[in-house]
């Protein structure tokens, strides 16, 4: 399967992260597109909200200008961060009144975000999800097979 750089780096940086403990989805750092952005928050100036799709000026601005960050657009990097955040239990955009899982850290409410971003990178590719392993399971059982298996009973 022939993938993006931006695709291969992002997925370097969210493995690395995840198995180093730093991804964390309430710090504009450690979260998905933090990780992404080279451990830098500049993409929260993107939007008004953490975990907003909606661009303000800014993020208007550089997305007029065909700005990229490591080769996302500005509405392609809130979209991921909103796939992650969503994915590990958040209501979206964060708010201190919203939902929010019990343990914000824990392995498995981030790999759920990871497993969740990185379906989204593939979406954003055009690639077949690496995530999706309900393939590993569909198979077409063969007529003698069958045949031996109503023989048995």
Known sequence: MNTSGRFDQALDKLYLAFHSGQLNPECGKQCAVGNICDNKDGWKNLTDRHGSTELNYVGLVNEAFGRKINGYLPSELLRIEAEFLKACGYSLPLDHRGKKPINPTSQETIFKGLCATVSFLCHLEGIVDVMDYSQLFNFEPSKTS???????I
């Open 146 to 152: 069958r045949a031996l298996s109503t023989q048995e």
